[in-house]
């Protein structure tokens, strides 16, 4: 499964495979191959592009999202923290993500999309929060980039109560939106010191 996640930049991912999926796309380029599944956590213009989703968008695309997204997206399906939605072979939970920056009342999204016996959380933008234990997971993308969500330190805090098999930093590479290789470094050597967890090669 760690082989098939593949970071598009800041807090982009792409999940590839049967459905192919897409979470917050930003800057993306076009595909021949449209997205079975486009997953979005807030309104906010790098998580919710609408001209990217354009981009990736298909005749049959699947466009999961809060309320607040439905406004600036046709066609969205609407998504409350806890609440689960089957697409295809891929089951998909909304959970909770805020922080102070984006209080719970935002109604802010993170993900654990269940595909291939295998358990993926994309945190979105939040902070360790006290649900965080309620999740279970086998990856974990986290932010890391300390702006309006967790920085280094606090990632690997949730590294820590989430114990997945493998991590990935998120919401890092483009200066104006935090993040930079230093966080990711920081961000290593602290996972590194939790010696239960394993790394994906693209972590280390």
Same mark, same amino acid.
């Given at each position: 499964m760690i082989d098939r996640i593949e970071w598009l930049g800041h807090a982009s991912f792409r999940i590839?495979?049967?459905?192919?999926?897409?979470?917050?796309?930003?800057?993306?380029?076009?595909?021949?191959?449209?997205?079975?599944?486009?997953l979005l956590?807030?309104?906010?213009?790098?998580h919710c592009s609408p001209a990217d989703i354009e981009k990736l968008r298909g005749p049959n695309t699947v466009i999961i999202g809060n309320a607040m997204v439905a406004t600036l997206v046709d066609g969205v399906t609407i998504l409350r923290?806890?609440?689960v939605m089957n697409v295809e072979r891929v089951c998909i939970k909304a959970v909770p993500a805020y922080n102070s920056h984006h209080p719970q009342?935002?109604?802010?999204l993170g993900y654990v999309i269940s595909v291939d016996h295998y358990d993926v959380y994309y945190a979105g933008d939040t902070d360790v929060i006290p649900e965080m234990p309620k999740i279970r997971c086998d990856v974990?993308?986290?932010p890391i980039g300390?702006?309006?969500?967790?920085?280094?330190? *606090?990632?690997?805090?949730?590294v820590r109560v989430l114990r997945p098999r493998w991590v990935i930093p998120s919401h890092w590479? *483009?200066?104006?939106?935090?993040?930079?290789?230093?966080?990711?470094?920081q961000f290593r050597q602290g996972v590194e010191s939790l010696a239960e967890i394993v790394l994906p090669e693209r972590v280390r």
């Open positions: 590839i495979g049967s459905p192919l999926i897409y979470i917050d796309p930003w800057r993306v380029t076009r595909r021949d191959t449209p997205a079975d599944i486009i956590t807030h309104d906010h213009y790098d923290p806890w609440q009342q935002f109604g802010g974990a993308i986290l300390g702006r309006q969500t967790m920085d280094a330190n *606090n990632a690997v805090e949730a590479g *483009n200066p104006s939106e935090g993040g930079t290789l230093v966080d990711v470094k």
